[in-house]
């Protein structure tokens, strides 16, 4: 049985993932990034909370030494469309300190497995006893 892993996306990727624009997703290679294998799940929510949950599968997650290795070897259109590859470097690292690259950069491309969700209000389910 795959395993579903829970990450936050920035929501403007929301609408890029959905739509199947953004289908390689890109983070810092630490233990929790680098347990992500193919056929897993991975479960984004908007950073901020407000828009929907979206579900994916993991197709692959390949590792590299640091973001510019990444990026010169990955297709930089799959991970921000609107961006080129200097504009991406220049906002992972406004992302992640330099210490945090020092562990790696991961690419996981995914492929949507399920549509959007809204978020889930618990305080309705308590309150029905649902």
Do not use: C
């Amino acid at each position: 049985m795959p395993t579903t892993h829970r990450m936050s996306l920035l929501p403007h990727l929301v609408p890029l993932m959905v739509s199947g624009a953004k289908t390689l997703e890109v983070r810092v290679a630490d233990a929790k990034r680098r347990a992500v294998q193919a056929g897993d799940l991975i479960e984004f929510t908007p950073a901020d909370g407000t828009a929907e949950r979206i579900l994916v599968q993991v197709v692959r997650a390949s590792v590299y030494s640091d973001f510019p290795a990444l990026l010169a070897a990955e297709n930089q259109d799959r991970i921000h469309p609107d961006l080129d590859a200097a504009r991406q470097l220049a906002l992972l690292r406004e992302i992640y300190p330099p210490e945090r690259e020092a562990l790696g950069a991961i690419a996981i491309e995914v492929t949507l497995a399920q549509a959007a969700r809204p978020p889930v209000d618990r305080s309705v389910r308590r309150q029905t006893g649902r």
